[in-house]
């Protein structure tokens, strides 16, 4: 089993709509969580972190995480077509390692 | 603006001969990482420095070493390329622990060739 999974995609939403994306990770000793998006040829680019159960806005995005059912999510509302990119979700655990690990990432397209 | 810079942007080497990546960031975090990303997959963590504790993922390749001389700068000594290795390298730093404020930086990536 992978630490993080998420569904590869692609993910294809009219522009206008809500993009929902997900991901699951098996380690329950996770204490972050992120969203990166990454562009074709690009580095990934912090969109949100989340810490603590629930949701957590920021403009277009909205984070989710449920850390009883390991999985968290990311909305994008009134989608665009520079949404289009792959989403990353990535985990931190604390320890003295403090590493993060990435999921393969979802390829989201947003059509006109 | 603080940041973290890699250089070269494109790196073109020959099988087998060494190749150095650089890493260097004004945001004095304590945590570098450095991860191989190939094509359509996720990031690969090869290993990462808590100051100068060096953490090395156990299947990290002989192959990739680093050093990190100092708090800003961070290397990625490639021993003996192989084609395998063509990728793109990533830099990242972070503050240490996983609560508020740790999240990971990415410099802009190296694209090593292996010709």
């Known amino acids: 089993q992978k630490e993080v999974e998420q569904n590869s995609g692609p993910l294809s939403v009219p522009e206008g709509a809500i993009a929902s994306l997900n991901c699951t990770y098996s380690d329950r000793g996770s204490q972050s969580f992120f969203w990166y998006r990454q562009y074709s040829g690009k580095s990934p680019e912090l969109i949100m972190s989340?810490?603590?159960?629930g949701d957590k806005e920021d403009g277009r995005f909205t984070a989710q995480l449920n850390k009883a059912s390991q999985y968290v999510s990311l909305l994008i509302r009134d989608s665009q077509p520079s949404d289009s990119a792959t989403y990353l979700c990535a985990v931190k655990r604390y320890s003295s390692a403090s590493k993060i690990i990435f999921g393969s990432g979802t390829r989201l397209s947003i059509r006109p | 603006d603080a940041m973290v810079i890699q250089n070269p942007r494109y790196q073109v080497t020959q099988f087998g001969k060494p190749v150095t990546l650089s890493c260097s960031q004004t945001?004095?975090?304590?945590?570098m990482y450095w991860y191989q990303q190939k094509s359509s997959q996720a990031p690969k963590l090869l290993f990462h420095?808590?100051?100068?504790?060096?953490?090395n993922e156990a299947d990290t390749p002989d192959n990739f070493q680093s050093r990190r001389p100092n708090t800003s700068f961070c290397f990625l000594d490639i021993r003996s390329p192989g084609l395998g290795d063509a990728a793109m390298y990533l830099c990242?730093?972070?503050?240490?622990?996983?609560?508020?404020?740790?999240?990971?930086?990415f410099g802009q990536g190296t694209r090593l060739t292996v010709v």
């Open positions: 989340i810490y603590s159960n």
């Open positions: 945001l004095n975090h304590n945590v």
């Open positions: 990242a730093t972070s503050s240490r622990g996983a609560g508020q404020g740790t999240e990971a930086f």
């Open positions: 420095y808590y100051d100068k504790d060096f953490n």
